[in-house]
């Protein structure tokens, strides 16, 4: 059987890595936990901006790999471009994809952003400009209740869903 893919789309600082996280504990079956934000806190060397295109090009390549092994994934991401919406779709074609929107008010994302402070002031409000316009999803969540209330809204839907196996 092929891997399945769970991705949660939305701002920076929305919330996303906490949903995901949330939502390993309730989905009916085992999704490995994959991020580029595991490669931005401890694999990217300094200057990896002049590899950004490369990384996130491969990045890509790997939903295919562990779908490809059977292996379910769940993962945060934020699609940035056009160009980049197509590349990504381009890479899921014929993977059993569940897209999934988390949507944050800008307040509450500047608000996380300032306390991070991990990243620069002013990416929540650029992403937020743009990050939901490129598709519908499947499941739509608000971002502001707890992530456990939304990662069992997350897993029922996923439960539900057509052709959904677990």
């Known amino acids: 059987m092929s891997g399945r893919l769970i991705l949660v789309h939305g701002a920076s600082s929305a919330g996303k890595s906490t949903l995901c996280r949330a939502a390993q504990r309730v989905l009916p079956a085992p999704f490995l936990y994959h991020s580029p934000d595991l490669y931005f806190r401890d694999a990217?060397?300094?200057?990896?901006?002049?590899?950004?295109d490369g990384f996130f090009a491969a990045f890509h390549r790997t939903y295919r790999v562990f779908s490809e092994q059977g292996v379910d994934v769940?993962?945060?991401?934020?699609i940035e471009s056009?160009?980049?919406?197509a590349e990504l779709t381009s890479e899921l074609e014929g993977i059993d994809v569940f897209w999934v929107g988390l949507h944050t008010p800008l307040e509450m994302l500047e608000q996380r952003e300032r306390a991070r402070g991990d990243r620069p002031v002013?990416?929540?409000?650029?992403?937020?400009?743009t990050v939901h316009t490129f598709r519908a999803y499947d499941l739509d969540l608000d971002g502001?209740?707890?992530p456990d209330v939304n990662a069992h809204l997350l897993a029922e839907s996923w439960q539900r869903r057509t052709g959904a196996q677990t």
Do not use: C, K, V
């Open 44 to 52: 990217l060397p300094p200057g990896w901006r002049d590899l950004r």
């Open 74 to 78: 769940i993962s945060d991401y934020i």
């Open 82 to 85: 056009p160009e980049a919406f």
């Open 122 to 129: 002013g990416d929540a409000r650029r992403d937020l400009e």
């Open 144 to 146: 502001t209740p707890p």
